[in-house]
Every structure is written in structure tokens, then in C-alpha cells.
């Protein structure tokens, strides 16, 4: 079977569908838990200090092994790594159905995470071997747009199921998806030639995937204070760990990841902005569910219905993308969603208050998720535009490994600007109301004690936040989102000005 694939004259649908929900069981998964994550707890009877871990535990195992995930696939075979990963995650999931404790569904989620980590960048490197490279835009904006619609339909209906069978039913969602991608793989995915004879860099993988688990942990435990030693001793040693992988990869005949890669301004660029769009998507969800419960007193199901509008809208705005990305460069599609997703970050900027309609949130979030599904459609192709052949799979993993890292900074990082401007608005509605700041204190505690505990995060009770000696913490807690909304906007605003200056203008020779 040739490496290529198939030469069509439009992409081959079932290949792209079939990737396309592999890639996005690993998005669901973790998502439906998160927004169900109550149900599941309380059933469970889970310890409030277990529960980041519950939630987190996939993505913490994801980001350490992404990278040995890619150069697994290139040794091995990527399509054989893709369908032991479907299967694994279909069998954990429908075991974590059973589950009788917290320690059992804790291990069914290391597994699952272990499963998840091949769906990440091999559907993607499987994308580049199966469909001509003058059709693989077209491909990959349609990869987004099942992405996108499958996302914005399983959420909403999971819990609705939730509400009439029981939490259960959340592991019974990413199943469904697995069989079906499953079947598709198996009959219509060519296996790419095996590059036989290369070594696996066990050292180099394994000093990546401590690096990015340090990096995760460190930026997770930053929620509770930047000065604790929980936070800076993972940082510190993750730096540590690249400075030893810079060094073991200068000197290793086959490293796991070839740091040439990096001297090419696209790839660099590329790298740059899918770490961006992952760590805005994330961040926002994080602080969006914190200010609908805080201050609107939306509930969880309210808050994930305001992901639904514009669905459909994304998903053809992103096929267009591909369109756009073949005909021209990566480079004006990925400006024009680095600046979309700027935009949605100050449209909400702009509307935020206590007392804003709900509606006014839903032009904000469509177009934060427009821009990130656009830009990702111009980072895909660009980034297994410059894979060599034969490691299609290692370079589809860096792009992930960024994605995973962008996206565990993303909720630390905005909750420690909202916390910070948040304190600097009660302080000062305090200083206008004659309020010292040791008394402000304790009642911003008051408020502070009667938290909900959620995954990664911490939801003020919106009962608490009216009764806090006279202070007006929903204007103050809108005015430090604003702040922070305004701060953020700037990243995607300073990726897409380096897009536009180091991007080709014309289109490059592809490689197949």
C-alpha cells in the first residue's frame, strides 16, 4: 500500500470521518466527565482533594506520553497503534460503567488517558498518508467540522441522559464514538509503510513526557499559590528536564524530536499558535463557568447550551478554511482565526456585567471557537507540511504535545488574573465604602468558604457572593474578568502579527 494513499479527486470521506472521530474522543471524554463531574462524585462518595485527580488524570497521562505515542506509530504502524487505542479506551470505559469506587474509576482513567494518547496526532499523521497532499486542507478542515459538530452535540445530550439514567451513562458516550471510528479505520484507512530499522529514543521521549507532566502539575498547582513549593518544584524541574533533552538531542544520532524542526519559522509559528488557541479555549471554559455560576447563576447544563448556537456555522467556516488553506497559504487563514478568536475575547471583554442577558455571552464564545477551529485547520497542514517522511506520526505528536500544554495553562493562567484583578476591584469597592481591608478580607472569605469544589477549579456560591458586609462582589468579579479577558486577548493579537511576518506568502512545494 502506498505511503500516500489513495489519489482522489475529493477526499476520501470515510478516512477523514473515521479520523476525525478518534481525534475527537479525546476532547469528549474528558469534557463529558468534567461537565458531570458533580453526579459522578457524589455518587461515589470522591474525596474533595481526589477530585482535580479524577478529572485530570487522562490529560496528565496524555501529555506525558504523547510524544513516544507518534514515534510508537512510525515504528510500529500507525494505523495498528490508532485501533489498539480504540479498542483500549472503548473496554476501560465500558469497565468504568461498573464501577464500584473511586480508586477503581481512578485506574480506569490512567487507562484511559493511555489509550487517548495514540487518537491524539497518529489520525492526523494517518490524514497526511491517506489523502493527496493538494486535497489534505480539504481533509482537514472536514476532520474540524466533525470535530466541532460532534462536540457541541454530545455534551448537552450526555446530560440529559445523565438526568434520566444516571451517571453511568457518561462512560457509555465515548464507546459509541470509538466503534464507529473503529469500523471506519479498519476498512478504509491504508497502513502507511513501517519505517523499520529506526531506533526508539527511549531516552529522549521519556525525558519529553516528564517534561510536559512537570509542566501540567506545576501549572495545576499554581491555582492554589504561584510561591508554594507544589508549583515551583515541577516548574523548576521541568526546565531542568529541557535542558537535559536540548542536550541528549544534539548528541543522539535519533532523537525523538529533531530540534531542526524549530529553525523553520512556519513550524515555530505554527507550534505558537496551536499552544495559543488550546490555552484560550481552555482558559475561557474555566472562567465562563466560574462568572455563569458566580454571578448569572446559570446552571452547568445552561452554561454548555451556550456552546450549541453558531455549531453548524463553525463547522462550514472551517471547511471553507481547508478550501482556503489549499487554494492560498496556512498563512491568512491562521491570521484571520488568531484575530477572530482576539475579537471574541474582547466582545466579551466588552459586554461582561452582572446583570448582561445570556444571549450576549453566545456571539463571545462562537467566536472564540470560530477562530480556534480556523486557526487549527491552517497549523495542521502546516505542521505535517514540514514532517519528513516516515515520521508523519513524531511530528503530528508535537503539535499535540503543545496542544495539551496550551491547554493545561490556560485555566491556571486565567484564574490567577481573575483572582488577582478580582482582589484589586474589592479592594478597591472596599477603600470607596470605608471598609478596612483586614474586614473586606474576611468577608471575601466568608464567601470563599462556602465553595463548590469542581475539576481543577473553584466556584464561589453565588448565595454567599450577595452577603458579604455590604461589598458588591458580582461588579467586582465582572471587573476583574474583564481585565483578564483584556490581557488575554493580547497573546492571539502577538501570534498572528509573527504569522503574518514569518508565514510564506506563496505556497510552497508539498511533500507527500
Partial sequence: MPAAGPRTDAPPWPIVIGLSLAFTVTVVDPLVLSLNMPQVTRALSVPPQVVGLLGGAATLVMAASVLAAGRVGDAVG????????LALVTVVDVLSVLSPSTGFLLGMRFLVGLGMTALLGVPLAL??????????????????????????????FTGWAVTAAGWRVVFLMTPLLCLVSFW??????????????????????????????????????????VA????????????????LFVVHARRAPEPALDLALFRRAPFTVALAATLTLNFLIAGLGIVLGQFGTVVLSLSPESIGLLYLPGTVLIAGAVILAGRLVGTYTPRPVMVTGLLVMAAGGLLMAGTVSPTMAVWLLVPAIWLCNLGAVVTSAAVSETVLAQAPHGRSGTVASVQMAFAVTGAAMGPTVYLLFLGLFFRRQWLADAESRGLSATRAERAVDAVRSGMAQSPGSSVYDPNLLRQASGLELGPDFADGLRLTMLVVSILPLVVAVAAFLLMPRRKEPRTA
Fill in 78 to 85: 500507525l494505523k495498528r497503534l490508532l485501533m489498539l487505542g
Fill in 127 to 156: 490524514l497526511k498518508a491517506s489523502v493527496a497532499p493538494e486535497r489534505r486542507p480539504v481533509a482537514i478542515g472536514v476532520l474540524m467540522a466533525v470535530y466541532v459538530v460532534v462536540c457541541g452535540v454530545v455534551p448537552p
Fill in 184 to 225: 471506519l479505520v479498519a476498512r478504509y484507512v491504508p497502513e502507511p509503510p513501517v519505517q523499520r530499522g529506526r531506533r526508539l529514543d527511549a531516552v529522549g521521549v521519556t525525558l519529553i513526557g516528564m517534561t510536559l507532566l512537570a509542566l501540567v502539575v506545576g501549572l495545576a498547582a499554581a491555582q492554589n499559590g
Fill in 228 to 243: 508554594r513549593p507544589a508549583t515551583w518544584a515541577p516548574l523548576v524541574t521541568g526546565a531542568v528536564l529541557v535542558a
